[in-house]
């Protein structure tokens, strides 16, 4: 059964109002089903609802197991909808505090929207009756949302339409607050997303029947929440970004890729708040600026450069301006998170940095950010042997690598022991890394035993003495060099 429109009322404890509104609905002739998403009200709210339901086959109802929080109820009804195919979808409270009859104001002005929001803020009664402090609330709550996530729209009500055949359902995936916090949390993801928002001006009465269920913990944890958000929207607004998950081919277990793709997913609001902001800033503002300038320095714009172990791509997203990129990794979930940074971009490859999916001498450079120290030493020479392969001659590979003596290294193992050691806490802030830049003699003699001539060792305040930054030339082919062992099996035994 596929339903065109629907209209969502979550509920708990309305049994005094689920008649009222239900006839008030029914007077305007939407043309739309509906769905009540009842979070098990003591009051009987949910047995109430079975009883109209059985006598009318438009009216749906969703029991959830208790009260799990109102966003959450939006969020479960928004993906029946999507499940239904419903392709207009109108949410309100069951308060009476909606009015039905605005729904058609709503819904012309989704003509030129993919979201419509009731306005409480445009007119001067539009809360007349309303109490001091409830007032209060709702209009700081208004302030803040506008001022700290940078959009105008009154982003706390629950009175909307969406038009759900335009908005990607993975949008309402990224949303993580479950409570009344949901109602900004989604309006500034679709926000950010490009969707097309208008206002429709609203009045509010008082609450006909009834109590508010917003609790002092409610508005404590949607302040905090709010904060985080607006931190992230300032320092890794990718991460609000929706991108469509790249396709993985089905294939054999890998347990490589599946662990860089559990890493990949893992990242989001839960855990390591801090350190992620932390570490967007310093890739936005110290590590990229870096990226720009010595790849500026090596290749000429419009070269063809793979960037080998990709991850998120944070940190070439002006370079990929200037010249040609293909982002390559192990991790599908690591190429969406490429996508985020990318919009549009469309030459990723899913592939292992031991064996490349391309031509030999198909490059004209190689480079990669925090990938090389995750091997074991044994590992390299394949993965030089490989860059090698894929490099036209006279190509170059630039690397920064964490050295033992860098800041960022330092301070990150000093993290770990004070965290897990100190705290007894099982944390890790990064992937293990196992080989680390230990001297340049280390890395003159992989190179030289690859076929490259390095052409720069640095370590400096460009980037804040985070990486030793290698270049090397391609200055020989090694494909028919039999000291080198070809087989990634050989590599993996003798690493054993």
Same mark, same amino acid.
């Given at each position: 059964?596929?339903?065109?429109?629907?209209?969502?009322?979550?509920?708990?404890?309305?049994?005094?109002?689920?008649?009222?509104?239900?006839?008030?609905?029914?007077?305007?002739?939407?043309?739309?089903?509906?769905?009540?998403?009842?979070?098990?009200?003591?009051?009987?709210?949910?047995?109430?609802?079975?009883?109209?339901?059985?006598?009318?086959?438009?009216?749906?109802?969703?029991?959830?197991?208790?009260?799990?929080?109102?966003?959450?109820?939006?969020?479960?009804?928004?993906?029946?909808?999507?499940?239904?195919?419903?392709?207009?979808?109108?949410?309100?409270?069951?308060?009476?505090?909606?009015?039905?009859?605005?729904?058609?104001?709503?819904?012309?002005?989704?003509?030129?929207?993919?979201?419509?929001?009731?306005?409480?803020?445009?007119?001067?009664?539009?809360?007349?009756?309303?109490?001091?402090?409830?007032?209060?609330?709702?209009?700081?709550?208004?302030?803040?949302?506008?001022?700290?996530?940078?959009?105008?729209?009154?982003?706390?009500?629950?009175?909307?339409?969406?038009?759900?055949?335009? #908005?990607? $359902?993975?949008?309402?995936?990224?949303?993580? *607050? /479950?409570?009344?916090?949901?109602?900004?949390?989604? +309006? %500034?993801?679709?926000?950010?997303?490009?969707?097309?928002?208008?206002?429709?001006?609203?009045?509010?009465?008082?609450?006909?029947?009834?109590?508010?269920?917003?609790?002092?913990?409610?508005?404590?944890?949607?302040?905090?929440?709010?904060?985080?958000?607006?931190?992230?929207?300032?320092?890794?607004?990718?991460?609000?970004?929706?991108?469509?998950?790249?396709?993985?081919?089905?294939?054999?277990?890998?347990?490589?890729?599946?662990?860089?793709?559990?890493?990949?997913?893992?990242?989001?609001?839960?855990?390591?708040?801090?350190?992620?902001?932390?570490?967007?800033?310093?890739?936005?503002? #110290?590590? $990229?600026?870096?990226?720009?300038?010595?790849? *500026? /320095?090596?290749?000429?714009?419009?070269?063809?450069? +793979? %960037?080998?172990?990709?991850?998120?791509?944070?940190?070439?997203?002006?370079?990929?301006?200037?010249?040609?990129?293909?982002?390559?990794?192990?991790?599908?979930?690591?190429?969406?998170?490429?996508?985020?940074?990318?919009?549009?971009?469309?030459?990723?490859?899913?592939?292992?940095?031991?064996?490349?999916?391309?031509?030999?001498?198909?490059?004209?450079?190689?480079?990669?950010?925090?990938?090389?120290?995750?091997?074991?030493?044994?590992?390299?020479?394949?993965?030089?042997?490989?860059?090698?392969?894929?490099?036209?001659?006279?190509?170059?590979?630039?690397?920064?690598?964490?050295?033992?003596?860098?800041?960022?290294?330092?301070?990150?193992?000093?993290?770990?022991?004070?965290?897990?050691?100190?705290?007894?806490?099982?944390?890790?802030?990064?992937?293990?890394?196992?080989?680390?830049?230990?001297?340049?003699?280390?890395?003159?003699?992989?190179?030289?035993?690859?076929?490259?001539?390095?052409?720069?060792?640095?370590?400096?305040?460009?980037?804040?003495?985070?990486?030793?930054?290698?270049?090397?030339?391609?200055?020989?082919?090694?494909?028919?060099?039999?000291?080198?062992?070809?087989?990634?099996?050989?590599?993996?035994?003798?690493?054993?």
């Amino acid at each position: 059964m596929s339903i065109k429109s629907l209209i969502l009322i979550p509920t708990y404890n309305e049994i005094e109002n689920i008649e009222l509104i239900l006839a008030r609905i029914r007077t305007l002739d939407l043309g739309a089903d509906l769905l009540f998403v009842d979070d098990h009200s003591p009051d009987g709210t949910g047995k109430a609802l079975d009883h109209l339901a059985a006598q009318d086959p438009h009216l749906h109802v969703m029991h959830r197991p208790g009260k799990l929080g109102v966003g959450s109820a939006h969020l479960d009804g928004i993906r029946w909808a999507y499940d239904q195919g419903v392709e207009t979808l109108i949410t309100l409270d069951a308060d009476q505090t909606h009015s039905p009859e605005d729904v058609f104001r709503f819904l012309d002005a989704l003509k030129e929207a993919d979201i419509v929001v009731g306005s409480r803020f445009n007119e001067p009664d539009s809360l007349i009756d309303w109490s001091y402090f409830r007032t209060f609330l709702t209009t700081v709550g208004h302030k803040l949302t506008s001022l700290l996530l940078g959009m105008p729209y009154d982003a706390t009500g629950a009175f909307r339409v969406y038009r759900l055949n335009a #908005i990607p $359902r993975g949008i309402f995936d990224l949303v993580q *607050s /479950k409570g009344y916090s949901f109602f900004y949390e989604s +309006l %500034h993801l679709l926000f950010v997303n490009g969707m097309r928002i208008r206002e429709v001006n609203i009045q509010l009465p008082a609450r006909t029947y009834g109590h508010s269920k917003m609790r002092a913990s409610d508005i404590i944890h949607s302040v905090t929440f709010l904060g985080t958000l607006a931190l992230r929207y300032r320092t890794a607004r990718s991460r609000l970004i929706y991108a469509k998950p790249y396709d993985a081919p089905s294939g054999p277990p890998d347990a490589d890729r599946d662990a860089w793709d559990a890493y990949w997913k893992s990242q989001g609001y839960a855990g390591k708040i801090l350190y992620d902001m932390i570490a967007a800033f310093y890739r936005r503002f #110290i590590i $990229r600026p870096a990226v720009n300038h010595f790849l *500026s /320095k090596t290749f000429t714009p419009g070269s063809h450069l +793979l %960037h080998a172990g990709c991850g998120s791509g944070a940190v070439d997203v002006d370079i990929a301006r200037r010249m040609r990129i293909t982002a390559l990794d192990i991790s599908s979930a690591g190429l969406t998170e490429y996508r985020r940074n990318h919009p549009g971009h469309d030459d990723l490859v899913l592939g292992s940095i031991f064996e490349i999916p391309a031509a030999n001498r198909t490059y004209d450079g190689i480079f990669n950010l925090g990938v090389m120290e995750h091997f074991h030493l044994p590992q390299l020479p394949l993965i030089f042997r490989e860059f090698n392969r894929v490099l036209k001659p006279g190509g170059r590979i630039v690397l920064y690598w964490p050295p033992a003596w860098g800041v960022t290294v330092n301070v990150l193992d000093s993290a770990h022991f004070v965290l897990n050691r100190v705290l007894g806490r099982n944390v890790k802030l990064h992937p293990d890394e196992h080989t680390r830049i230990t001297s340049r003699a280390q890395t003159q003699g992989w190179l030289d035993d690859a076929g490259f001539e390095m052409t720069k060792f640095y370590f400096g305040p460009r980037d804040l003495f985070t990486h030793q930054i290698i270049i090397a030339e391609k200055i020989r082919d090694i494909q028919n060099d039999a000291s080198l062992p070809r087989e990634i099996g050989a590599i993996e035994l003798e690493r054993k």
